[in-house]
């Protein structure tokens, strides 16, 4: 069965620190690979996304990932972090040829809180 | 719309009652997916729909839960004899092909409904 783990759950950083949030997956197939965030009291948004080609992705607010095939990993990077990007990060992903299986596998979410 | 939709915002009910909880995709999105999240977790999948059909409610916890979706579009996911483990933010997301469009497709997610049970 797919899973993805996320490695910090509470992360607390001052203005201007750089941030990488891990998160790693069992599925031994080919994935599709998500970051999404939520703002306080918004809905979940769309990051990021890895589906094929060039490993390092970048999207939007100046954050990036680096899908790490051998290391099952798809950790979430930004070089310096401003405080509105305060939020809870989640890490999802799902199979990319699995019949009818559409669904996300979710990590439990890192709560990321930027002092200014 | 825009964006998806879902109503109501806030369900507070009794233990024992039952709840209808509506999603409204964007438009033209042909796949449909119900999560649930419950404080301190990721969303937790329950039901997808291609079309009007549920291609895979393999996450509905048990048969209290139900989802329609009869003209591809709009859905409501049905909870009956509500208990109190029921409460959650239940969201709904969208995309554009879902099963039909091979692996490159994104799920776009709604605000959530946020399930009270008292």
């Known amino acids: 069965a797919q899973s993805v783990s996320q490695h910090n759950h509470h992360v607390i950083l001052s203005e201007a620190a750089s941030l990488e949030l891990g998160c790693n997956y069992s599925?031994?197939?080919?994935?599709?690979l998500f970051w999404y965030v939520q703002y306080p009291g918004q809905h979940l948004q769309l990051l990021l996304k890895y589906f094929s080609g060039d490993p390092l992705v970048k999207g939007i607010k100046g954050f990036e990932a680096e899908f790490i095939k051998s290391k099952f990993s798809f950790n979430l990077r930004k070089p310096s972090v401003q405080w509105s990007d305060t939020a809870e990060y989640f890490c999802a992903v799902n199979a990319a040829y699995a019949g009818n299986n559409r669904k996300l596998i979710w990590g439990l979410g890192t709560s990321l809180a930027v002092n200014p | 719309g825009a964006g998806v939709s879902q109503t109501p915002s806030n369900k507070v009910t009794e233990k024992g009652k039952y709840v209808e909880l509506r999603c409204d995709p964007i438009s033209g999105h042909t796949a449909l997916y119900w999560y649930r999240q419950s404080l301190g977790q990721g969303p937790e999948f329950l039901i997808y729909?291609?079309?009007?059909?549920?291609?895979?409610d393999s996450g509905l916890p048990n048969d209290r839960f139900f989802a329609v979706r009869p003209e591809g579009s709009v859905s409501t996911l049905k909870i009956q004899r509500t208990e109190r483990g029921d409460s959650a933010v239940y969201l709904c997301?969208?995309?554009?092909?879902?099963?039909?469009?091979?692996?490159?497709?994104?799920?776009?997610f709604g605000p959530g409904t946020r399930l009270t049970v008292l």
């Open positions: 599925y031994g197939g080919t994935v599709n």
């Open positions: 729909f291609q079309g009007t059909g549920a291609a895979d």
């Open positions: 997301a969208s995309s554009l092909r879902g099963l039909a469009g091979g692996r490159t497709d994104t799920q776009y």
